[in-house]
T-cell receptor, first 112, second 113 residues
Framework: AQSVTQPDIHITVSEGASLELRCNYSYGATPYLFWYVQSPGQGLQLLLKYFSGDTLVQGIKGFEAEFKRSQSSFNLRKPSVHWSDAAEYFCASLGNTDKLIFGTGTRLQVFP | NAGVTQTPKFQVLKTGQSMTLQCAQDMNHEYMSWYRQDPGMGLRLIHYSVGAGITDQGEVPNGYNVSRSTTEDFPLRLLSAAPSQTSVYFC????????????FGDGTRLSIL
């Protein structure tokens, strides 16, 4: 069955440090992949998406993600984290069911 | 442009009570869906609708009913609330099913005692 795995439940980084959040998917064909961010008390906001083409995609708020077929991964990165990036991040994939399958999320904490 | 509006934001119910969570969108989106979010489990799809008059079950539909009489509204009904339905509920809408980015409401935090 199609699934999305986010291995890190909680990550803590210092402000200004680089960030990488991991996401692995399981699906036979190339899925459509998404990263969403959820600030406290808010709904989810789309950061970026990958459908095809260039495997490095740029998103909002300075985030980027790289699709690696050989590793079934779609990791989210940011070169320099800001305190306002503290939130929960969800990776999601869209497979042949046309429904989004979400990972369990990674909570990011940023220290000054 | 309000986007996706969910009401109420918070609600406490007793076991066995019924309740309707409201969801409205003003973007003329055809596709709407309801998710529940539980700690350590991400978001799970409850029900969805691809247009007015059409609804279908998602991953965790038991205990919930939906209807879609208009394009704008997609209410979620709990007929007899159970403690296992304590969760945060999110409504989302998009232009279509599939690759269209979903727009989420701010959620309804529901506690069942």
């Amino acid at each position: 069955a199609q699934s999305v795995t986010q291995p890190d439940i909680h990550i803590t980084v210092s402000e200004g440090a680089s960030l990488e959040l991991r996401c692995n998917y399981s699906y036979g064909a190339t899925p459509y992949l998404f990263w969403y961010v959820q600030s406290p008390g808010q709904g989810l906001q789309l950061l970026l998406k990958y459908f095809s083409g260039d495997t490095l995609v740029q998103g909002i708020k300075g985030f980027e993600a790289e699709f690696k077929r050989s590793q079934s991964s779609f990791n989210l990165r940011k070169p320099s984290v800001h305190w306002s990036d503290a939130a929960e991040y969800f990776c999601a994939s869209l497979g042949n069911t046309d429904k989004l399958i979400f990972g369990t999320g990674t909570r990011l904490q940023v220290f000054p | 442009n309000a986007g996706v509006t969910q009401t109420p934001k918070f609600q406490v119910l007793k076991t066995g009570q019924s309740m309707t969570l409201q969801c409205a969108q003003d973007m003329n989106h055809e596709y709407m869906s309801w998710y529940r979010q539980d700690p350590g489990m991400g978001l799970r799809l409850i029900h969805y609708s691809v247009g007015a008059g059409i609804t279908d079950q998602g991953e965790v539909p038991n205990g919930y009913n939906v209807s879609r009489s208009t394009t704008e509204d997609f209410p979620l009904r709990l007929l007899s609330a159970a403690p296992s339905q304590t969760s945060v509920y999110f409504c989302a809408s998009s232009l279509g099913q599939g690759i269209s980015p979903q727009h989420f409401g701010d959620g309804t935090r529901l506690s069942i005692l």
